[in-house]
């Protein structure tokens, strides 16, 4: 099992800039992928970033590219997602997720945490 524990969510101008922490516990070994996914009021949850914990391979989703850079600190078992230039578009509960080395779809979530922008 993995736990995940989100943080750094809060209330932010549009232009501005956040930072998300993911402090990841337990079996973090098992891990292979380690993401960012966002869910907004009466939308579905979307991708949003996805980082390997190895090799640090990085993936974003268009909406969020060249703005969001995803990051982590293997010693601390932490994923970071750095916002900037943020948009009123961007509010929504971020997630944290795990994927295991043998999976093919994420295994572990984290509570999420909330990101509001202001117009």
């Known amino acids: 099992q993995v736990q995940l524990l989100e943080s750094g969510g809060g209330l932010v101008q549009a232009g501005g800039s956040l930072t998300l922490s993911c402090a990841a516990s337990g079996s973090t070994d098992s891990v292979g992928i380690m993401g960012w996914f966002r869910q907004a009021p009466d939308k579905e949850r979307e991708f949003v970033a996805t980082?390997?914990?190895?090799?640090?391979?990085?993936f974003y989703a268009d909406s969020v590219k060249g703005r969001f850079t995803i990051s982590r600190d293997n010693a601390k078992s932490t994923v970071y997602l750095q916002m900037n230039s943020l948009k009123p578009e961007d509010t929504a509960v971020y997630y944290c997720?795990?994927?295991?080395?043998?999976?093919?779809?994420?295994?572990?979530w984290g509570q999420g945490t909330q990101v509001t922008i202001s117009s």
């Open positions: 980082i390997t914990w190895s090799g640090g391979i990085t």
């Open positions: 997720a795990a994927r295991r080395r043998v999976s093919n779809r994420f295994d572990y």
